[in-house]
């Protein structure tokens, strides 16, 4: 089936949901295949306004995302270049240039770099300069400032041009400290505060977009002035997240966004077919509100704006709790592996995925700001649900999707399909990606449950490093650095546990030490003695050889054997075993000292009130009987 990439982001704007609405509606219309790399950046959402220094959030990780279009196979392209190039790789860009000089491409909201490729934008220039021209001839403003984009985005530079012109061509001066540049984020408060300590004259503030010229008004409210009486204002974009906001309603420009993701389908398309590259525009329609001074000219389409934008917003609170409660569930599920990831798929089913598939690394992989990235072989197909039907592959028979497959496999042939692939990070960890087989009205519910899944996953991987640790720490406090045989706390825990647990049962304690150490240290050294005392235990362990048989190193040279499956018939048999042992050591050793060890034991049986410091004490009584025979000193 003939399949279009989409590489554009963010996933959470309101402007890449529209476009992304007009993409996939005319794809599905054209019964055509749409695969798109949805870039996630969290840094507008929980940042500063930028002057309290360093940035909490990082979104190095977020341009991975479009790394993956790699493993995929395109018959053409739509991209946001001028977007999405600030978060690429240098892998990524170097695959998108490839693609997008190798088969047909449409580049959205910007002109196209390369000849061979098709454009699609707003005509941002004539609104921008309609809107200006409104200010100055309808309202008489002569003092303007302006809260431009960032410079070298297209449309920041069209917008800002068109107001220039429009200035000089109606005689208004329009200085450099007139104007202040944003990001098209919500961080506007140090520009917007700078406006009003250098410009204090100011009687109309025009900004590049709705987002920024709402938090503008925010802080103009708290300088005591009055937005459309004090100072008039207008934004761009026509911003449905913006609009129930804006008190009073800002006057824009709307981009018709739906409608240029469907006219960035057709050019494609027609390229495809083997018409020539165009620069193709879309008209950008005036929304006169109350912020310039205007009454609104169209009240009753306001209100069911308004409306429509307060049934979204109930819709989102109802899934923003849904979400928050499959993210306790996963993590209440953490060290259940299958029960985790199906928590995950039986979500993202009920959140209206007709299919989604979690594409995990073996193990996160770390990713510094500053460092090269380095792409995975393969990912792991961890969990998948279609249809409602929920798999979770075990670890040994997991699906590799690499280069060899990659992602087309995991489409179907239904005409008119849209995947989406999200990326799923922490901080410096990369898990994987989500793949998604849904609406485009479900994207951002899909995006919550991206971060939640990723937050989860992070928990996931934290968790198993804790447990991992913790493991290591509990081994550690109970075992002998030197031997690494049980030390005395580690040995009476796991003795008690055994005699509490097995009422009845006759077992044996055996008490050992090793004859004439001291002498040995004094004479050898003490790393002769560390020598023997490690003999010492290989020769205990390869006598008390059987799985329940337990040994510990009680202190210095004194050892301690639970034998827990006793042969009763022979009480010495492994006393006598022990000594063919160090006799055969002893034989073949080319050491000028003999390493022997006196034992004695003592017999008992299982009950509640059978106390193991008595049982080692008898043991020990049996041990000083033995030492009475041993050799007079340890030399050859």
């Given at each position: 089936?003939?399949?279009?990439?989409?590489?554009?982001?963010?996933?959470?704007?309101?402007?890449?949901?529209?476009?992304?609405?007009?993409?996939?509606?005319?794809?599905?219309?054209?019964?055509?295949?749409?695969?798109?790399?949805?870039?996630?950046?969290?840094?507008?959402?929980?940042?500063?306004?930028?002057?309290?220094?360093?940035?909490?959030?990082?979104?190095?990780?977020?341009g991975i995302i479009y790394d993956?279009?790699?493993?995929?196979?395109?018959?053409?392209?739509?991209?946001?270049?001028?977007?999405?190039?600030?978060?690429?790789?240098?892998?990524?860009?170097?695959?998108?240039?490839?693609?997008?000089?190798?088969?047909?491409t449409v580049f959205v909201d910007?002109?196209?770099?390369?000849?061979?490729?098709?454009?699609?934008?707003?005509?941002?220039?004539?609104?921008?300069?309609?809107?200006?021209?409104?200010?100055?001839?309808?309202?008489?403003?002569?003092?303007?400032?302006?809260?431009?984009?960032?410079?070298?985005?297209?449309?920041?530079?069209?917008?800002?041009?068109?107001?220039?012109?429009?200035?000089?061509?109606?005689?208004?001066?329009?200085?450099?400290?007139?104007?202040?540049?944003?990001?098209?984020?919500?961080?506007?408060?140090?520009?917007?505060?700078?406006?009003?300590?250098?410009?204090?004259?100011?009687?109309?503030?025009?900004?590049?977009?709705?987002?920024?010229?709402?938090?503008?008004?925010?802080?103009?409210?708290?300088?005591?002035?009055?937005?459309?009486?004090?100072?008039?204002?207008?934004?761009?974009?026509?911003?449905?997240?913006?609009?129930?906001?804006?008190?009073?309603?800002?006057?824009?420009?709307?981009?018709?966004?739906?409608?240029?993701?469907?006219?960035?389908?057709?050019?494609?398309?027609?390229?495809?077919?083997?018409?020539?590259?165009?620069?193709?525009?879309?008209?950008?329609?005036?929304?006169?509100?109350?912020?310039?001074?205007?009454?609104?000219?169209?009240?009753?389409?306001?209100?069911?704006?308004?409306?429509?934008?307060?049934?979204?917003?109930?819709?989102?609170?109802?899934?923003?709790?849904?979400?928050?409660?499959?993210?306790?569930?996963?993590?209440?599920?953490?060290?259940?592996?299958?029960?985790?990831?199906?928590?995950?798929?039986?979500?993202?089913?009920?959140?209206?995925?007709?299919?989604?598939?979690?594409?995990?690394?073996?193990?996160?992989?770390?990713?510094?700001?500053?460092?090269?990235?380095?792409?995975?072989?393969?990912?792991?197909?961890t969990a998948a649900v279609k249809?409602?039907?929920?798999?979770?592959?075990?670890?040994?028979?997991?699906?590799?999707?690499?280069?060899?497959?990659?992602?087309?496999?995991?489409?179907?042939?239904?005409?008119?399909?849209?995947?989406?692939?999200?990326?799923?990070?922490?901080?410096?960890?990369?898990?994987?990606?989500?793949?998604?087989?849904?609406?485009?009205?479900?994207?951002?519910?899909?995006?919550?449950?991206?971060?939640?899944?990723?937050?989860?996953?992070?928990?996931?991987?934290?968790?198993?490093?804790?447990?991992?640790?913790?493991?290591?720490?509990?081994?550690?406090?109970?075992?002998?650095?030197?031997?690494?045989?049980?030390?005395?706390?580690?040995?009476?825990?796991?003795?008690?546990?055994?005699?509490?647990?097995?009422?009845?049962?006759?077992?044996?304690?055996?008490?050992?030490?090793?004859?004439?150490?001291?002498?040995?240290?004094?004479?050898?050294?003490?790393?002769?003695?560390?020598?023997?005392?490690?003999?010492?235990?290989?020769?205990?362990?390869?006598?008390?050889?059987?799985?329940?048989?337990?040994?510990?190193?009680?202190?210095?040279?004194?050892?301690?054997?639970?034998?827990?499956?006793?042969?009763?018939?022979?009480?010495?048999?492994?006393?006598?075993?022990?000594?063919?042992?160090?006799?055969?050591?002893?034989?073949?050793?080319?050491?000028?000292?003999?390493?022997?060890?006196?034992?004695?034991?003592?017999?008992?049986?299982?009950?509640?009130?059978?106390?193991?410091?008595?049982?080692?004490?008898?043991?020990?009584?049996?041990?000083?009987?033995?030492?009475?025979?041993?050799?007079?000193?340890?030399?050859?």
């Amino acid at each position: 089936m003939f399949t279009i990439g989409v590489a554009i982001g963010n996933i959470s704007s309101e402007h890449v949901n529209q476009l992304m609405q007009g993409i996939c509606r005319k794809a599905k219309e054209k019964n055509v295949r749409t695969i798109s790399f949805m870039g996630t950046y969290s840094r507008d959402y929980f940042n500063s306004d930028g002057e309290d220094g360093e940035d909490i959030f990082s979104d190095h990780e977020a341009g991975i995302i479009y790394d993956y279009a790699s493993l995929t196979l395109f018959d053409a392209l739509i991209i946001n270049y001028n977007m999405v190039g600030l978060y690429m790789s240098g892998k990524a860009k170097s695959v998108f240039e490839q693609l997008f000089r190798s088969i047909p491409t449409v580049f959205v909201d910007e002109e196209s770099p390369i000849p061979q490729a098709s454009s699609v934008l707003t005509a941002n220039y004539p609104a921008q300069y309609a809107l200006t021209e409104h200010l100055i001839k309808e309202h008489g403003c002569k003092n303007i400032a302006v809260l431009a984009g960032p410079p070298g985005n297209p449309d920041a530079d069209d917008r800002l041009n068109a107001i220039k012109a429009c200035c000089a061509d109606n005689n208004i001066k329009l200085e450099d400290k007139q104007i202040v540049y944003g990001d098209f984020s919500h961080r506007v408060r140090t520009q917007t505060e700078q406006l009003l300590r250098e410009f204090p004259e100011m009687d109309a503030l025009i900004g590049a977009n709705d987002v920024m010229i709402h938090n503008a008004c925010n802080v103009l409210k708290e300088h005591g002035k009055t937005i459309g009486k004090d100072i008039f204002v207008t934004g761009f974009d026509d911003d449905p997240a913006i609009l129930p906001l804006a008190d009073p309603p800002l006057t824009t420009a709307r981009q018709n966004t739906i409608r240029l993701g469907m006219l960035a389908v057709e050019k494609v398309l027609a390229l495809a077919n083997g018409a020539a590259p165009e620069k193709a525009t879309d008209p950008a329609d005036l929304k006169i509100r109350l912020s310039c001074g205007c009454e609104d000219s169209d009240m009753a389409e306001t209100y069911r704006e308004l409306r429509h934008s307060a049934e979204r917003y109930n819709t989102l609170h109802e899934r923003a709790m849904q979400v928050l409660l499959f993210t306790r569930a996963m993590t209440d599920r953490v060290r259940n592996e299958s029960a985790f990831f199906k928590i995950a798929a039986d979500h993202l089913s009920k959140f209206g995925c007709r299919a989604a598939y979690l594409a995990l690394n073996t193990k996160p992989m770390v990713h510094t700001p500053g460092t090269p990235w380095r792409f995975p072989r393969f990912l792991e197909l961890t969990a998948a649900v279609k249809e409602g039907n929920i798999t979770v592959y075990p670890e040994n028979n997991r699906k590799k999707i690499s280069f060899g497959n990659g992602f087309r496999e995991l489409s179907s042939d239904d005409e008119g399909q849209s995947l989406f692939m999200i990326p799923l990070y922490s901080g410096n960890r990369h898990h994987g990606i989500l793949i998604l087989d849904t609406d485009v009205s479900n994207l951002y519910y899909s995006f919550l449950a991206a971060l939640q899944i990723e937050s989860a996953l992070d928990y996931r991987t934290l968790s198993i490093e804790m447990d991992e640790k913790n493991s290591w720490l509990e081994a550690a406090s109970q075992t002998d650095p030197l031997t690494k045989a049980l030390n005395r706390g580690g040995f009476s825990n796991i003795a008690e546990h055994s005699i509490r647990n097995n009422p009845g049962k006759t077992m044996r304690l055996y008490f050992c030490d090793m004859d004439h150490l001291k002498i040995i240290n004094d004479t050898f050294g003490h790393n002769e003695g560390d020598f023997a005392i490690l003999t010492e235990y290989q020769l205990l362990r390869n006598t008390f050889n059987h799985s329940s048989d337990i040994i510990g190193r009680y202190g210095g040279d004194e050892f301690l054997v639970l034998d827990t499956n006793p042969d009763t018939l022979s009480e010495d048999r492994s006393v006598q075993a022990l000594s063919l042992r160090c006799e055969e050591f002893n034989t073949f050793s080319e050491k000028p000292y003999y390493v022997e060890l006196s034992c004695g034991f003592t017999e008992f049986k299982c009950d509640k009130d059978v106390s193991l410091p008595d049982i080692i004490e008898l043991a020990d009584k049996e041990l000083y009987k033995a030492k009475i025979s041993r050799r007079k000193n340890p030399f050859k």
